[in-house]
């Protein structure tokens, strides 16, 4: 399984927040520092690393205010914080994030699942032939659409999971603006974000 984590920005505390996994008990959560700069905080449980809050980044690296929330995709800002953490800590990121969370993939064709409770697509995609079930009905054949990858992490820092619906394995999720905080950017846009021509870049 890839091995990805969650990159957040919080403009309003000018604040990074990295996830590694779900913490099972924050409680029993310790907090420890970096010696270097009180700026950098590791969130540490059962002496495995769960998540980094980078404090007052703006001022370690000023790209960040042109940002959007989710930075799992923004391949010169995360290797930016990895510049930095190498420096102030002990953690090296270049391990993680290798491959994309999120592509722009061509649905090659549908199939409508009927059920009681609410009607699906199955679509076909041109990305290792994989299957995703979904559950926005508008969605054609030959739309371009952004897939999150099984183990991406979401705006809400869901980590996605290969999920059954209906009997029917999905290993992905057509992810709305909402989903991966660019709403401001597709506000036009309801449901799942499609296009009908290929983009260089989505974000």
């Not at 905080?41 to 940002?67: A, C, H, Q, R």
Request: hydrophobic letters at 40%; aromatic letters at 10%.
């Amino acid at each position: 399984m890839n091995k990805f984590i969650g990159v957040y920005y919080n403009k309003v505390f000018d604040t990074i927040m990295i996830s590694f996994n779900k913490s099972n008990n924050i409680v029993k959560s310790k907090i420890i520092k970096s010696k270097t700069t009180e700026d950098i905080i590791m969130i540490v449980e059962n002496d495995n690393i769960t998540g980094i809050n980078i404090l007052s980044v703006s001022k370690y690296i000023p790209l960040i205010k042109e940002k959007n929330s989710i930075l799992s995709g923004d391949v010169v800002i995360y290797e930016k914080i990895n510049i930095l953490l190498k420096k102030h800590t002990f953690l090296d990121l270049s391990q993680y994030n290798k491959n994309k969370q999120f592509n722009l993939v061509k649905i090659k064709s549908i199939e409508l699942l009927q059920s009681k409770k609410k009607n699906l697509l199955k679509c076909l995609i041109d990305w290792d032939d994989e299957k995703i079930v979904c559950g926005d009905t508008s969605l054609e054949v030959g739309d371009y659409v952004i897939m999150a990858n099984v183990g991406a992490w979401l705006l809400n820092g869901q980590q996605l999971q290969s999920t059954d619906l209906y009997g029917e394995k999905s290993n992905g999720m057509f992810v709305s603006a909402k989903e991966i905080g660019l709403e401001h950017k597709y506000k036009n846009i309801k449901g799942v974000i499609r296009f009908k021509n290929e983009i260089k870049n989505f974000w």
